[in-house]
């Protein structure tokens, strides 16, 4: 496990993440760190951040492949759209 110190923050961000952290009954370390981890699309709390990270690789490629026939028209362009 590492640790990183990080020097010169702006007192409007250090006032904002202190606030942030009260609100969410924390520590701004643990704040900190649950933000990184959110941005870096890992795990928070063990749970991923990304909304859509339960749906990944639910379909088989079968399912995926006749999904994907079913949107060939969307790929179409009609120029009278843009009239």
Request: hydrophobic content about 40%; proline content about 2%.
């Amino acid at each position: 496990m590492g640790s990183i110190t990080i020097h010169e923050i702006d007192g409007a961000l250090n006032a904002r993440l202190a606030a942030e952290a009260r609100r969410r009954h924390t520590s701004k370390n643990a704040l900190i760190k649950e933000i990184l981890a959110e941005k870096m699309g890992m795990p928070v709390n063990g749970a991923y951040s990304d909304d859509y990270r339960e749906f990944v690789g639910l379909w088989t490629a079968e399912e995926a492949e006749a999904f994907a026939r079913t949107q060939d028209s969307n790929a179409a362009i009609d120029p009278g759209d843009w009239e």
